[in-house]
């Protein structure tokens, strides 16, 4: 099974719609989240970190649910440049290393 | 004035080939990375370095040989390139706060280095 496993989509959904999608982790240690963003042909880069009370940052909120092992992100009004591909990321807070899902398609049409 | 830059940001090359891919990060960062993205774009890690030491050797064949000459560098040369080698490779740092007794913390990516064995 591997470490993190999310939907691959893709998503397409119309500008101004709200889009989610689900990751889930394999290791109950896990101590860290994030959801990073890559854009196509490009590096991958923090969108936001996950705390355990969840967090909003404008349109996006991520949610953590520790006994199910999941993570969501939500985006809100989607904008076009919302596109990308949406990274599930989990690490353990004695670990040096970052372990990746393998990514969430998300493309907004106008 | 780019965070992690590695060089080149394409490279082509024959099977059987050595190559190296360079990094370099001005954050001040004690760890540093280099992950593999295959095909179907999942990212892998492939090392994980802390303060110049190999820390993490994720199954690597032993082609792919990773250097470390100080905390700001972290290269890759690889040996005797296969097909299979094809991927795109990034390097990332991140700031060691495990001393703190926290949690890891975000990591910076380079724009990544494409790499075609022919």
């Known amino acids: 099974r591997k470490e993190v496993e999310q939907d691959p989509g893709p998503f397409n959904v119309p500008e101004g719609a709200t889009v989610a999608f689900n990751c889930t982790y394999s290791?109950?240690?896990?101590?860290?989240f994030f959801w990073y963003r890559q854009d196509c042909r490009k590096e991958p880069k923090l969108l936001m970190s996950?705390?355990?009370s969840g967090n909003e940052d404008g349109r996006f909120t991520a949610q953590l649910n520790r006994a199910s092992q999941y993570i969501s992100l939500l985006i809100r009004d989607s904008k076009l440049s919302d596109s990308a591909t949406y990274l599930c990321?989990?690490?353990?807070?004695?670990?040096?290393?970052?372990?990746f899902g393998a990514g969430t398609t998300v493309t907004v049409r106008a | 004035d780019t965070a992690v830059s590695q060089t080149p940001k394409y490279l082509v090359t024959q099977m059987g080939n050595d190559k190296s891919i360079k990094c370099e990060q001005n954050?001040?960062?004690?760890?540093m990375y280099w992950y593999k993205q295959d095909s179907k774009k999942f990212l892998k890690i492939m090392f994980s370095?802390?303060?110049?030491?190999?820390?993490i050797n994720e199954t690597v064949p032993n082609r792919f040989s990773p250097k470390s000459p100080d905390k700001a560098h972290l290269n890759l040369h690889i040996n005797s390139l296969e097909l299979g080698d094809s991927a795109v490779y990034f390097c990332?740092?991140?700031?060691?706060?495990?001393?703190?007794?926290?949690?890891?913390?975000?990591?910076?990516f380079g724009q990544g280095t494409r790499l075609t064995v022919v």
């Open positions: 990332a740092s991140s700031q060691d706060l495990r001393g703190q007794g926290l949690a890891n913390t975000e990591a910076f």
């Open positions: 290791n109950s240690a896990s101590q860290s």
């Open positions: 996950v705390y355990s």
């Open positions: 990321v989990v690490s353990f807070s004695n670990d040096y290393k970052l372990s």
């Open positions: 954050l001040g960062h004690d760890t």
């Open positions: 370095y802390n303060n110049k030491e190999l820390i």
